[in-house]
């Protein structure tokens, strides 16, 4: 039933999505996973916000994976987010040198998360964004989202995506700049101030 | 008033039989649980109400989604896919082994791309500090491997069968024995989390969340079939698991060049 036949195309199905369940923190998350921007960089841009659901509580047992372009606009494709340690069997963590792009960050108790990377460069017509995905105990498909930062109105102006969002719900998907210099994004699963959340086709 | 695995049985008959309506109905195949599936009382508060915005990855080829980030040597250890041979001693548990290919629906094995496994000790319980069950922890196993897939897109795990274990959404809820999956594909719209299941568990009726799967077939592909070539002679027993990722990828531009 689970070896399939790749020489009859009907049988190609998707393998469903299940929940990451409660007890994937010693499993998935790792040291340095929300530390995307290169140690010491100048232009590194702090994100952090709260996943909440539809009662607006806090999610402890939630992550969310960060990918986007460097700030020329260019796909990463150097490896090394989650270095393994050969000699220890643990973690070596990122260089700090090397930009991969990808980050994942769990909430902590406070259903809080938070993640420094490099503001991304525009590609295609897109404004400049970072895409998210989210994942929860509860959650059976993860969601995929995205954050686009303040500050280029003309380009977010004219973002495709941006454009078809109702106008209502359209900052669900812009971090709001802090007096802090960080960037708040928060993930509302359900009700009030919901998030946009996308499917790709 | 206190939940009841006949309330939860009831409640995923009903699912299915509404499931089965649109079917019949006309309305598509589901191959993906619905995000509102009740029978999980997790799910209710965490699923979005409003639906989603479809974006056609066709209309832009640029979109950073349709890459995928890049893991490589330096983030496995030879041993990350040796779950029995992580710690000083040998795990207790039946050994197993776990092979298969990661493929798109196209059918075309996945390359260098990046498999994590989680798992329960063979008595049922996660190395997790929350984790409350009352079933002894195995100081010889974590329960945690990962893998990059290889040139013909295949994958391998040496570990224990791990244990059915208790939860407590209901009176006597228990989750039928599994491997939780984590996977990369060539692009970040195909990512996706499971969790692979044992051929012939009895415990799949009464487990919600197996059987937010609605579509019959679809919850069968989440099964892994025994597979004798693959059992290790006077070592371990052998499951066979091909996963297919859903979801757009730029198929277009390796046909282009």
Same mark, same amino acid.
């Given at each position: 039933m689970t070896k399939i036949d790749t020489s009859r195309p009907e049988t190609v199905l998707p393998t469903p999505s299940h929940t990451v369940g409660p007890f994937y923190g010693h499993a998935l998350p790792f040291p340095g996973g929300g530390d995307i921007a290169p140690v010491g960089h100048p232009d590194t841009l702090t994100l952090q916000g709260y996943i909440t659901d539809g009662a607006g509580t806090p999610l402890p047992d939630a992550f969310l994976e960060l990918w986007s372009a460097d700030p020329e606009g260019n796909v990463p494709q150097v490896d090394g987010s989650i270095r393994r340690d050969p000699?220890?069997?643990g973690y070596l963590g990122r260089?700090?040198?090397?930009?991969?792009g990808w980050g994942r960050i769990q909430t902590d108790a406070n259903g809080h998360w938070s993640a420094r990377t490099l503001r991304p460069g525009a590609r295609g017509q897109s404004a400049p964004y970072i895409s998210v995905c989210v994942f929860a105990r509860g959650l059976l498909v993860h969601l995929y989202t995205r954050i686009y930062l303040p500050g280029d109105e003309a380009a977010l102006a004219a973002d495709p995506l941006l454009n078809r969002v109702p106008a209502e719900r359209r900052d669900t998907l812009i971090a709001r700049k802090q007096d802090d210099g960080t960037y708040r994004f928060d993930i509302r699963l359900q009700g009030e101030g919901e998030t946009v959340f996308l499917e790709y086709q | 008033m206190t939940l009841t695995q006949h309330d939860i049985d009831r409640e995923i008959a009903a699912e299915h039989a509404a499931y089965e309506k649109r079917l019949a109905d006309g309305a598509p195949v589901e191959h993906q649980p619905r995000r *509102?599936?009740?029978?999980? !009382?997790?799910s209710v508060l965490r699923h979005p109400k409003q639906p989603p915005i479809s974006i056609d990855v066709s209309k832009d080829p640029e979109l950073v989604e349709l890459h995928s980030p890049a893991f490589g040597e !330096? *983030? /496995?250890?030879? /041993? *990350?896919? *040796?779950?029995? !041979?992580?710690?000083n001693g040998e795990p207790i548990g039946e050994r197993i082994t776990v092979e298969g290919r990661l493929l798109d629906r196209d059918g075309r094995p996945l390359r260098g791309q990046l498999v994590e496994i989680w798992q329960a000790n063979s008595a049922g319980r996660y190395a997790h500090q929350r984790e409350q069950h009352d079933a002894p922890l195995d100081p010889n196993f974590t329960g945690v491997g990962r893998t990059l897939t290889d040139d013909s897109g295949c994958y391998r795990f040496t570990t224990v069968q791990p244990g059915p274990y208790p939860w407590r959404q209901h009176v006597n809820a228990w989750r039928p024995a599994h491997i939780h999956f984590s996977i990369f594909g060539s692009a970040f719209t195909q990512r996706l989390v499971t969790q692979m299941y044992f051929p012939s568990d009895p415990l799949f009726p009464y487990d919600p969340i197996i059987q937010s799967v609605t579509d019959d077939a679809a919850r069968q592909r989440l099964v892994a079939t025994y597979d004798h070539s693959l059992s290790v002679p006077e070592f371990s027993m052998g499951y066979h698991w091909d996963i297919v990722l859903d979801g757009p990828q730029a198929t277009w531009i390796e046909e282009g060049r």
């Open positions: 000699a220890s069997g260089n700090g040198v090397e930009f991969t | *509102d599936y009740a029978p999980y !009382r997790s !330096r *983030d /496995i250890t030879e /041993i *990350d896919n *040796d779950l029995t !041979r992580q710690h």
